[in-house]
């Protein structure tokens, strides 16, 4: 059930992504995509790497992606982290790549003791949301050979580090893992991104 | 019109800055992942050499030029054309797995471009193929100047390659020159795919003078 703010995201990411000034050919991004994983796999001969250098790839490139998103979009901080899966499904991954997630907000967990944080906390460590990809532009013509899949590779883990270093930027410290793909011969392609810890605002050094 | 809209859907899109990000983290990604092959390689010939399977690898060559301070612990046969180009080991492994990508993208774009269509015969028609439509699917124009010796050399000059017009380098423009060859070794690669997956064998070497210009030496074999 679409609730007004949910409706309100779908329709900035519409608007972001048709502004985009400069769009390319996602097939070129698919198939040059595919072509690093099979060049990876030859190089490290070990799937846990490779999903960790993948993850690695999208981390430093999240990190820059954010800054051009907060450009872009205008959005403020997010008052609590279902807030946050809402605009990384619907304006985030809409204005770069013209999907749109489903997202599924996992339940809080119980308060914990009360917090020593000196600023408040909009959700408990632990909260939690799933991304739900009815189509990845990464996975189109790919088919992974039986021993990746015993291997244990996670196809697109690029995803998952995208997710990591764009939301380590504005301060909140996340893990974000696949639960299945679609690709693995799973029903669906999903991401949990779960809350670590809120960051700190680092305070410039000189400062006192 | 529908059915032809089903058959050869328009291809999707993505935002260009992301495709930027991704292209400069591919390039960081495989320096380090050529590095790791490099070395498991040379960790393997040792322990032949100790093993006493092989001869021992030989001592640097002092003659090799190399344009960067780096050394290379060994100079192994295979990489042997890299050190006359000026290039070390590291980084001419990178040059090769970025246009072994390169080769793959331009092979499965040709064959899409050209599904409907039956095969060049002429040389000169696939040229003018890749400096058209597989120029504009990959980087939103045409070839500004194609030039050829009509013997089977082909020049193809572009006055703001697309994926060189963003690249700027605080450290300066021979910094921004030397990060410019490395992407374009993918689109090298990207062009030589192409031909090889429309039947042609193509040698294709990237050359950048001064950005955002690059031109493409194509070379076929002798009689096209």
Redesign the interface.
């Known amino acids: 059930m679409a609730t007004p703010a949910a409706k309100q995201y779908k329709t900035l990411g519409e608007e972001i992504w048709k502004g985009r000034a400069e769009k390319t050919n996602a097939e070129l991004f698919a198939l040059t995509y595919g072509a690093l994983v099979v060049q990876l796999i030859q190089d490290y001969e070990d799937y846990e790497e490779v999903n960790k250098q993948l993850e690695k790839m999208g981390y430093n490139i999240g990190t820059r992606l954010i800054e051009d998103f907060l450009a872009r979009s205008n959005l403020g901080r997010c008052a609590d982290f279902r807030e946050v899966g809402e605009v990384v499904a619907k304006v985030g991954f809409k204005s770069f790549l013209n999907i749109s997630p489903t997202v599924t907000h996992g339940g809080q967990p119980p308060a914990a003791s009360p917090t020593r944080a000196s600023t408040p906390q909009p959700a408990a460590p632990g909260s939690s949301f799933t991304l739900t990809f009815d189509e990845n532009p990464l996975a189109e013509f790919v088919e992974l050979p039986e021993e990746a899949l015993e291997g244990g590779l996670w196809f697109s883990n690029i995803y998952c580090g995208v997710i990591r270093g764009a939301l380590e930027m504005v301060q909140m410290q996340v893990q974000a893992t696949f639960i299945s793909d679609v690709l693995r011969g799973d029903e669906s392609t999903e991401i949990r991104v779960t809350l670590s810890k809120y960051l700190e605002e680092e305070v410039p050094v000189g400062d006192d | 019109m529908s059915l032809n809209a089903l058959a050869d859907p328009p291809?999707?899109?993505?935002?260009?800055?992301?495709?930027d990000?991704?292209?400069i983290?591919?390039v960081?990604?495989?320096r380090?992942?050529?590095a790791?092959?490099i070395a498991?390689t040379k960790k393997i010939e040792q322990e032949m050499a100790d093993a006493g399977l092989l001869p021992p690898p030989a001592p640097p060559s002092t003659a090799a030029k190399r344009d960067s301070a780096r050394d290379s612990m060994t100079s192994t046969p295979k990489l042997e054309s890299s050190s006359k180009q000026g290039l070390s080991d590291e980084e001419e492994a990178l040059r090769q797995?970025l246009e072994?990508?390169g080769m793959?993208?331009g092979a499965?774009?040709a064959e899409?471009l050209c599904h409907d269509r039956a095969l060049f015969t002429d040389t000169l028609d696939a040229i003018k193929f890749i400096c058209k439509e597989l120029w504009v699917?990959?980087w939103?124009k045409q070839v500004d100047n194609l030039r050829t010796n009509h013997r089977g050399v082909y020049v193809l000059q572009d006055n703001t390659f697309k994926p060189v017009t963003r690249i700027s380098s605080w450290e300066g423009r021979q910094d921004a020159l030397r990060r410019a060859r490395i992407y374009v070794a993918?689109s090298g690669g990207i062009i030589r795919g192409a031909l090889a997956r429309l039947g042609f064998q193509a040698a294709v070497v990237p050359e950048i003078s001064s950005l955002p210009q690059c031109t493409f030496q194509v070379k076929l074999p002798k009689g096209s």
């Open positions: 291809p999707a899109l993505m935002d260009a800055a992301a495709m990000y991704f292209t983290e591919l960081n990604t495989l380090e992942s050529s790791v092959a498991r797995r072994a990508i793959h993208v499965n774009t899409r699917a990959c939103d993918m």
